[in-house]
């Protein structure tokens, strides 16, 4: 038996329609994730766990085909590395947890736009923390951009008292989401 492997040449451009068909398959995929948890039948907690583990087969066969194309040596790291990956993992449960009660607990509209005012927290963050500055165009980019996503979200966006509790975690989420970032 011959250890001989063969490599075949793709075209760049099959590669790019490749990347952009799977771009687009993804942005629908995410488009339809809070319908998808609003109609699931086993509850707001649940649906998150399985959005994941019914994700790592897919991500573990990646990886071994990954592997078999090349080696790949991984340096090892100073510990603190992995207590900041794990604390953005747990960030990363808590905004899948939160923000799926949130979906339970008022519009799919209002917990879906609020959850992505991430950046808002990130900005806070890195103010905050790193004592990072932000240019005057920075900021009206952002303003800009928040105003844009409410437009878009328009006349379904609306505050309640009725579902405070929903579009609360909506913001709670957002921080999580940002966090995790």
Known sequence: MSNIKTT????????MRVALGALIVGAFAIGFGP?????????????????????????????????????????????????????????????????????????????????????????????LIWRQRFSRTFILGMVVAILGAAMLIGQSFGLSLQHLLGDSLGLISALFYGSYI
């Open 35 to 127: 319908i998808f948890v609003r109609s699931s039948e086993v509850g707001p907690t649940a649906t998150a766990f399985w959005r994941v583990v019914l994700a790592v087969p897919v991500f573990w066969l990646g990886m071994n085909f990954e592997g078999q194309k090349r080696a790949v040596s991984i340096p090892s790291a100073p510990s603190r590395i992995y207590l900041w990956l794990g604390l953005a993992g747990l960030f990363y449960a808590a905004d899948l947890a939160v923000w799926h009660w949130s979906l339970t607990l008022t519009s799919v509209a209002n917990a879906t736009l609020l959850t992505n005012f991430a950046p808002i927290f990130v900005t806070l963050g890195s103010w």
């Open 8 to 15: 075949v040449a793709v075209p760049e451009s099959d590669l």
